[in-house]
T-cell receptor, first 113, second 116 residues
């Protein structure tokens, strides 16, 4: 069955790098996603990576994909207090077309000033 | 602002009652998804509609139902409400399949339902 796994909590100091890890189940997933949820808000798409890529960089965000181990990570450089939020990893339920995403339980990132 | 609109933002109701949550997808999006977020279950997929037709069902209870109308807005109906139905209900929509970027899903702000 589908199960996206994430650690539940991460605490870092302001200015340090944060690394949030995720394991997914479907090796045929074409895209993998990271969403961010701030307190009292909806889920905001942060970034996504296509499965033929190993790495994607977008400003302070770096996504690493290890398809062999079905492991996805999100690195946030120079973490700020505004990065405090819950981060969700997600994979498509099916390979093609409009399909629901399956989400992990989310990693709560706390940034200490 | 994702472009997905949900109403109401907050709702308090009693056990046994019925409520309807409403969602307007982003302009041009044909797919609407409903998710439930609770503390213990995380983010659970409920149901997916595409252009008015049901496409996929997730962990949706029989007391819950949804529909998508010709103008593409959607409603989630929750009946015989129980305390455990208290949660944040999200609607989301996604690009048509021919648009690049995979199946990126855009979420609304959610409807907070409290059952007392």
């Amino acid at each position: 069955g589908e199960d996206v796994e994430q650690s539940l909590f991460l605490s870092v100091r302001e200015g340090d790098s944060s690394v949030i890890n995720c394991t997914y189940t479907d090796s045929s997933s074409t895209y993998l996603y990271w969403y961010k949820q701030e307190p009292g808000a909806g889920l905001q798409l942060l970034t996504y990576i296509f499965s033929n890529m190993d790495m994607k960089q977008d400003q302070r965000l770096t996504v690493l994909l290890n398809k062999k181990d079905k492991h996805l990570s999100l690195r946030i450089a120079d973490t700020q207090t505004g990065d405090s939020a819950i981060y969700f990893c997600a994979e498509p339920h099916e390979v093609e077309g409009n399909t629901p995403l399956v989400f992990g339980k989310g990693t709560r990132l706390s940034v200490i000033a | 602002d994702s472009g997905v609109t949900q109403t109401p933002k907050h709702l308090i109701t009693a056990t046994g009652q019925r409520v309807t949550l409403r969602c307007s997808p982003r302009s041009g999006d044909l797919s609407v998804y409903w998710y439930q977020q609770s503390l213990d279950q995380g983010l659970q997929f409920l149901i997916h509609y595409y252009n008015g037709e049901e496409r996929a069902k997730g962990n949706i209870l029989e007391r819950f139902s949804a529909q998508q109308f010709p103008d593409l807005h959607s409603e989630l109906n929750l009946s015989s409400l129980e305390l455990g139905d208290s949660a944040l209900y999200f609607c989301a929509s996604s690009d048509p399949p021919e648009v690049g970027g995979g199946n990126t899903i855009y979420f609304g702000e959610g409807s907070w339902l409290t059952v007392v």
